[in-house]
T-cell receptor, first 117, second 108 residues
Framework: NAGVTQTPKFQVLKTGQSMTLQCAQD?????MSWYRQDPGMGLRLIHY???????DQGEVPNGYNVSRSTTEDFPLRLLSAAPSQTSVYFC????????????????FGPGTRLLVL | KNEVEQSPQNLTAQEGEFITINCSYS?????LHWLQQHPGGGIVSLFM?????KKHGRLIATINIQEKHSSLHITASHPRDSAVYIC??????????WGAGTKLIIKP
């Protein structure tokens, strides 16, 4: 299994440009999420999905769109990039919920470093 | 005040020392997670706890639900344990609230 893959690894954008960060997993996980990590702060949830066709907003959704047309893929779209979106973006997936029960482990992609000028 | 507080923020120790990282939270949770972020940036889940104690190799995680506190211990620490250790709590099924992390450096 490749696990969780993210592309690109690095990206530089100009203010106002749009782009899509790709995330894919081959573990048949229902739950997928996008986080951003800024220096000195914990990860913050942008959007998440509990299955194909179902998405919901996290803590910091403004300026980002997601869709989940398949179980495997969960792309994150920046509509009009702003310098405040300079960050490291992580995609993660898990088979079930994060709230106990089976002791579900969350798997993370390697991250995408985004610089918006 | 952050809902998840970790201490210390930075910890430097000598190889072989017993390490303790603490996590306190102020919200009701269903589970608490400990994760490790490598110097290269990759994030790995270490534990998910809803009660008691879990052990994996030299890592031990404990949680006290009544006191809203968890600890991560590393026995016989090694330079390869150098990383950022992150505590995160699940107030609901699908969301995590993350601490800012503890940066651990183990010197040979």
């Amino acid at each position: 299994n490749a696990g969780v893959t993210q592309t690109p690894k690095f990206q530089v954008l100009k203010t106002g440009q749009s782009m899509t960060l790709q995330c894919a997993q081959d573990m048949n996980h229902e739950y997928m999420s996008w986080y951003r990590q800024d220096p000195g702060m914990g990860l913050r949830l942008i959007h998440y999905s509990v299955g194909a066709g179902i998405t919901d907003q996290g803590e910091v959704p403004n300026g980002y769109n997601v869709s989940r047309s398949t179980t495997e893929d969960f792309p994150l779209r920046l509509l009009s990039a702003a310098p405040s979106q300079t960050s490291v973006y992580f995609c993660a997936s898990s088979y079930g919920t994060l709230a106990g029960g089976t002791g579900e482990t969350q798997y993370f992609g390697p991250g995408t470093r985004l610089l918006v000028l | 005040k952050n809902e998840v507080e970790q201490s210390p923020q930075n910890l430097t120790a000598q190889e072989g020392e017993f390490i303790t990282i603490n996590c306190s939270y102020s919200v009701g949770i269903s589970a608490l997670h400990w994760l490790q972020q490598h110097p290269g940036g990759g994030i790995v889940s270490l534990f998910m706890l809803s009660s008691g104690k879990k052990k994996h190799g030299r890592l031990i995680a404990t949680i006290n639900i009544q006191e809203k506190h968890s600890s991560l211990h590393i026995t016989a620490s090694h330079p390869r344990d150098s990383a950022v250790y992150i505590c995160a709590v699940s107030p609901s099924n699908y969301q995590l609230i993350w601490g800012a992390g503890t940066k651990l450096i183990i010197k040979p």
